[in-house]
């Protein structure tokens, strides 16, 4: 599978005061890694240090590799200083192997009780009939994942006091996915 930490180098992404998307999907991504690693899983990382890499990059990365899931994490963010909770954006094709993907992160995050879970999204943000450009050049199941808020002081929180619970349950969500593709 292949792990990509939103954002890098000199693309922050989302930010609050001093804090940054990038840094933040990087270590939970890393995390996310070493789990997996550690259960005997082979896992491609579109970037391990704060680097820039293009969008292209990494559909290429992931693609090269034949990964047989793509997980994008990243952090959102609103002017609503309310907003909170996890989501995940897929094709807006639905394809079955996204969605499934999808919903055991969802799945495995609301058996945690941490957070809100806002649901499974199509296309892109600013309309259904576009796409995320990772969902639209990956050529196997992919999901891009938000993982709270970080213009939500109380998600900032979950975030930091929960990060290892956290990176368990995304690496939960993609065995399950795994084994439910290959018959298990």
Known sequence: MCIDPGHGGSSVGASLGNRYEKDDTLKLSLLVRDILEEKGYTVVMTRDDDSDVSLSERC????KARASLFISIHRNASTAKDATGVEMWVHSSSP????????????????LDLTV??????GYREGEDMNYYINRNTKMPS?????G????EADNKKYDENIEQYAKTIADGIQMTLKEMNGE
Not at 96 to 111: E, G, K, P, V, Y
Not at 117 to 122: E, L, S
Not at 149 to 152: A, C, M, R, T, V
């Open 60 to 63: 290429k990365i992931a693609n």
């Open 96 to 111: 079955t192997d996204d969605i499934l993907l999808a919903q055991n992160i969802l799945d495995c995050f609301d058996s």
């Open 143 to 147: 999901v891009l994942a938000e993982i």
């Open 117 to 122: 879970n806002r649901g499974i999204h199509t």
């Open 149 to 152: 808020f970080i213009s939500n």
